[in-house]
């Protein structure tokens, strides 16, 4: 019961028949093409996976995107390696 009254977004995922995934919670939207789509949500990365993926509707000021396709795979990573990512990336932009 905290974690609902701490002041984060809620987190939902809710799919339908494998084709259709409505995700609650999104913080950004990290990189998507028709196998693969990269999610930073509230509750940590998510990668989903399948294929024919298309982003139908996407609204961050809710934290809300909505994906079409074949969804194969619902994976979860740590927050944590996301900032070291960015960083790498940006050392390596002004060498």
């Not at 990189?31 to 989903?48: A, C, K, P, R, W």
Request: proline share 1%.
């Amino acid at each position: 019961m905290e974690e609902l009254n701490s002041g984060k977004r809620q987190h939902r995922i809710s799919l339908i028949n494998r084709k259709t995934c409505a995700i609650n919670g999104v913080s950004d939207v990290l990189s998507f093409d028709v196998g693969e789509v990269l999610l930073e949500t509230d509750q940590g990365m998510l990668m989903i996976r399948g294929s024919d993926l298309h982003v139908s509707r996407l609204t961050l000021e809710k934290g809300e995107v909505d994906i079409d396709g074949r969804i194969d795979s619902l994976t979860y990573s740590e927050n944590a390696a996301a900032p070291a990512r960015a960083e790498s990336l940006l050392s390596r932009l002004f060498r």
